[in-house]
């Protein structure tokens, strides 16, 4: 793993334990995710594109018509494994939305380039 990839000691962990088939803590998982939408709201700016995941977190992303009430018109969620699998480049954006693991709502939903974070 390179530290170029992974800005975490908790997403590397969570990571390691998702490829060795390991149950993962709870707390280990929603800590993962959070790192992970954060390093995407940072690294995509902006507000057009919200990206759940259900139930640890959802962020705001991408360049765009800012979105401020109700829902949003571009959306991207996931579970939590598929979303720090998506994020460290373990699985391919493709591959995520042709098996159904990412429902995506919304023409800028495809957030694929901005992926891995």
């Keep these: 793993m390179s530290s170029a990839h992974f800005k975490s000691a ?3 962990a969570a990571l390691a334990a998702i490829e060795a088939g390991r149950p993962l803590e709870k707390a280990v998982l929603r800590d993962a995710v959070r790192a992970l939408l954060s390093e995407l709201s940072r690294s995509a700016p ?4 919200e990206v759940r995941v259900p ?3 959802a962020v705001q992303c991408g360049a765009g018509p800012r979105h401020t009430r109700g829902t949003p ?3 991207v969620e996931t579970d939590p494994i598929t979303w720090v699998r998506l ?3 373990r ?9 159904g693991s990412v429902q995506l709502s ?3 939903a495809d957030i694929s380039g901005y ?3």
Excluded: E
């Design 10 to 12: 908790v997403v590397a």
């Design 46 to 49: 902006g507000r057009s594109v």
């Design 55 to 57: 139930p640890y977190g």
């Design 73 to 75: 018109p571009n959306v």
């Design 87 to 89: 994020a460290t480049g």
């Design 91 to 99: 699985l391919a954006w493709s591959d995520a939305t042709a098996d």
């Design 106 to 108: 919304g023409n800028r």
């Design 115 to 117: 992926l891995p974070v």
